[in-house]
């Protein structure tokens, strides 16, 4: 099922102007735009979502599940992220979107709040035993922020917590359970995650701390979003589904997860530039004293993700008023310890550096590559305009050190080329006319 | 045969702290497009902004700079300023004479030296009274 080349953010080239919102945008400088459309270097994507949300004209957009691929399995479980809670408003109990979600047609519901809750207390019994020189630790709940690390502070990898991500200790647990209170084979059920985000998508598909996932599919928030609100109910029934505590729905805000697993010490920093100027402040050794540090690509976290209906800041809101009634318990305290010794919560495969951005694999032949784009760089206007196709003037050089465009793609160059040829023209015709 | 070379330096001008670790920033963004060593790049990293900061909060201005080849960096960081009377006792941990304005913005802990120091694979600091610092630094890649 992995596929390394997997990626949800696609483009959708009817859709695509050209334009340079997206290639602005992109935090991995991952698009360029040549022949009057972008294009997605896939090395370097690490499907945050910034240009689906930037683009003007949806020519960006998230490659999920369509919510048929649920009837490949006889069984289907529904895993909501916790961010869902959020798009519903007056809602008196999370139990009437699960309810909801059944009356859709799945056979059995898991929140993925639930799973929130498993890690949040794996997480803090994991920390004991990591030193204070590998702090800040980092949270692998976001895949774009995980893969951000992986492209541009590989030096920060191994501050990244070695813990599997609440959709995969649901799947994980939903699976197991459903199983064994049906007395049906595994292999009959489907797991499929109601995802915010394409980030979530590419991590099913391509997993970043396991060789495989457990999550059959993921749905896009958006997609549900009309046939689940006709389904919900206006009270919950006397079934009260929800068994996630207030901690664990509260990772769908940014600083949940961080409030969770270690209030005493953590930060939460949410939107890809603001991860990005901390994570440089944390790889100069600045954050020394602190714990946790928790890093969403979205703003707001999960509620901000770009596949979600709601607005961002309202669906926020409509968390917090939501956990006021919930199971106010502490994981550590709701949490059964069984859990953490029946399932395999920590992650197994080593995550690796993406050396995308370098420059050669020889250092000697990197260095003169450096050398001769910083010489390009230096005869550039520096307008980082755009009009090239390449995000900046930087980026710009190191393409053409690369042999993906030539100087002449610069309008700027090209400008001053034609008044120098215009000009010898005039003089030629002068010469001639004698 | 001599070793490819490649040189860099940066501009630190004294009090400006809006410009406050670009120096550093551009020669880590530099040794990444480089696959510099991650673990080394680190070292360099802290080093070479811990240089930066001090010229900025101590010195009247200086240069970073840095010097490259396949086998190693070295980074020089050279100030005209005050100068450090006692470097023994600068280099001991905790150690600062920044003033209010440094140490309301966080910095001054006294930790800039020692952890030049301790990151650095060679380290060496030379400085006159009313002159000015030059701190030395290797990293083996």
């Known amino acids: 099922m992995e596929d390394k080349r997997f990626h949800s953010v696609r483009l959708d080239k009817d859709k695509c102007r050209g334009c340079t919102n997206c290639l602005k945008r992109c935090p991995t400088e991952a698009i360029r735009v040549r022949g009057g459309r972008a294009h997605i270097i896939d090395e370097r994507c690490i499907d945050c979502g910034e240009c689906i949300r930037v683009c003007e004209f949806h020519a960006k957009y998230a490659q999920t599940d369509p919510l048929a691929t649920i009837n490949r399995f006889k069984y289907k479980i529904a895993l909501p992220a916790p961010s869902l809670y959020g798009q519903f408003k007056k809602l008196a109990s999370a139990s009437q979107i699960l309810e909801g979600l059944l009356r859709m047609g799945f056979d059995d519901v898991f929140e993925v709040a639930a799973g929130a809750d498993i890690v949040t207390r794996a997480i803090r019994e994991r920390m004991r035993n990591i030193t204070p020189d590998q702090y800040p630790i980092i949270s692998s709940a976001c895949p774009a922020i995980t893969r951000l690390i992986q492209v541009r502070f590989p030096e920060l990898i191994s501050h990244i917590i070695d813990m599997r991500q609440p959709m995969e200790v649901a799947a994980m647990v939903a699976k197991r359970e459903f199983c064994q209170k049906r007395g049906v084979s595994e292999n009959e059920v489907g797991c499929f995650f109601i995802t915010p985000c394409a980030a979530k998508m590419t991590a099913i598909r391509n997993p970043i701390g396991q060789e495989t996932s457990a999550v059959d599919g993921a749905i896009s928030m958006l997609e549900i979003y009309g046939l689940l609100a006709g389904h919900i109910k206006n009270y919950p029934s006397a079934l009260n589904l929800s068994r996630a505590t207030a901690y664990g729905v509260g990772w769908a805000n940014n600083g949940g997860e961080a409030a969770a697993v270690c209030p005493e010490n953590s930060m939460a920093v949410d939107g890809i530039e603001n991860v990005i100027h901390v994570l440089e402040e944390i790889e100069n050794n600045k954050l020394r004293d602190l714990v946790f540090f928790e890093g969403a690509a979205c703003t707001g976290g999960c509620v901000g993700g770009p596949l979600t209906f709601e607005n961002g800041y309202i669906a926020r809101n409509a968390i917090r008023t939501l956990i006021k009634g919930a199971d106010l318990r502490h994981p550590d305290e709701a949490v059964k310890a069984s859990y953490l010794t029946k399932y395999p919560l920590q992650t197994t495969k080593k995550i690796t550096p993406n050396s995308v951005m370098k420059l050669d694999d020889d250092i000697a032949e990197a260095m003169r590559k450096m050398e001769e784009m910083e010489a390009i760089e230096k005869s550039l206007p520096g307008y980082d305009c755009g009009s090239c196709g390449s995000p900046t003037c930087r980026t710009f050089a190191e393409d053409i050190v690369r042999g993906h465009a030539s100087k002449m793609d610069c309008i700027h160059i090209m400008k001053d080329q034609l008044k120098i040829m215009a000009q010898k023209m005039v003089e030629l015709a002068k010469t001639t006319r004698e | ?141």
């Open chain 2, 1 to 141: 045969m001599q070793e490819y070379t490649l040189a860099d330096a940066y501009e630190v001008s004294a009090r400006d702290y809006a410009t406050a670790g670009d120096a550093s920033a551009a020669i880590k963004r530099k040794l990444k497009q480089l696959g510099v060593d991650s673990a080394v790049l680190r070292r360099i990293a802290v080093s070479s902004y811990e240089a930066e900061l001090n010229m900025i909060i101590h010195s009247l201005g200086g240069t970073l700079s840095m010097t490259m080849t396949p086998s190693e960096i070295r980074l020089l960081s050279a100030d005209i300023g005050p100068g450090i009377p006692d470097i023994e006792q600068a280099l001991q941990e905790g150690f600062s004479t920044a003033g209010e304005e440094a140490r309301n913005l966080g910095f001054g802990a006294g930790m800039g030296l020692p952890n030049m120091k301790r990151n650095a694979d060679e380290f060496n600091i030379q400085s006159e009274v009313g002159k000015g610092t030059q701190i030395r630094m290797l990293f083996h890649l």
